[in-house]
């Protein structure tokens, strides 16, 4: 999830003001720096990808701009911008969605030396995009109203008559939808509708992953499907809106424990195809990894031998089940999910 009322428009960097000024006739900026400007679509969390891109422009000196949205609204945009898209890079939570700009055709060829540094199972088998970094899926409840040995064995048990209006879960974010997509990618289509017509019946619907957090703190609901990072970021703040609530992980190849993978790809129209390489390569490089890890984002770092934050459980701890992070498909996923009313 994302936050709430951010707009495509809304950021501009510290650079873009400056040029902005100096177009209205403020001092004289050297035109010609030598150096470029990359446009960033970015659909991350803006904090972790200010992080990893400070760490960029330190060691290249190339800018890069900021435009922010959601996975599906960026996505879309560049699919209608075409070759005209003023973005160079485009980075997303989710891989659903950096998918369906290379389904559109949209993305270049990644240089062989970034794919190498992250491992196959963080990148599709297409080639197409990389992942520069992950999240996993987690049930978060409350010990007070049900004890971990409870909990059902798998994620998709959630569904049943005996869980009716317990489960809470944010259907209309990119986070939900691409646990959705790798349930369906596991276990097919029908068993998907099962599973998500038995949690819309529950009706337990939250705006975000923090509002099924929240509801599960505050006893509201007995448990809550989100991604890992919600509950650690909130354990290194003030731990408020997580006191009352542990996370559970299904572990054992379960849909529950699926991996999520966040996706960074070279646009084809970008006149910066050098620099922008440079970017998703430095994205996933030891160096922008660290910066990943050191961040307060708590997601994980996906990169050949990178380490995530310690609070973390080891990513090949969590028996996550196997999914090629490219076979996600968004469009399919809204439509079933449309079928099913939760959109
Ligand atoms: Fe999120």
Known sequence: MTRAGRTIAGIVTIAGVAAALSACGGDAESSDSGSTTLTLYNAQHED??????????????????????????????????????????????????????????????????????????????????????????????????????????????????????????????????AIVGAVRELRGEEATRTWLQGLADGDAVYQGNSAVMQA???????VGIIYHYYWYKDQAESGENSKNVKLHLFGNQDPGAFVSVSGAGVLA????????????????????????????????????????????????TIEAPEVDPGSLN?????????????L
């Open 216 to 222: 599960v703190n505050e006893g509201k609901i007995p």
């Open 48 to 177: 972790l990808m200010k992080a990893m891109v400070d760490g960029f422009t330190e060691k290249t000196g190339i800018k890069v701009e900021f435009r922010n949205g959601d996975d599906a609204e960026l996505a879309n945009q560049i699919v209608q911008e075409g070759d005209a898209s003023p973005a160079d890079v485009f980075v997303t939570e989710n891989s659903p969605s950096v998918q369906v700009v290379a389904n559109a055709g949209l993305f270049s060829p990644l240089d062989k030396d970034t794919l190498a540094q992250v491992p196959e199972q963080y990148r599709p088998s297409s080639e197409e995009w990389v992942g520069f970094a992950a999240r996993s899926t987690v049930l978060a409840y409350n010990p007070d109203m049900v004890d971990e040995s409870d909990l059902p064995a798998s994620m998709l048990d959630l569904a049943k008559p005996e869980w009716q209006g317990k489960v809470g879960f944010a259907p209309g974010g990119a986070d939900f939808q």
């Open 330 to 342: 968004g469009p399919e996923v809204t439509k079933l999910m449309q079928d099913v009313g939760l």
């Open 269 to 316: 129209s970008s006149d910066h195809q050098d620099e922008a390489q440079q970017l998703v390569s430095y994205l996933t490089s030891p160096d922008g990894q660290k910066r990943l890890a050191g961040s307060t984002a708590l997601e994980y770092a996906v990169g050949e031998g990178a380490a995530s934050a310690k609070v973390l459980p080891p990513l090949d």
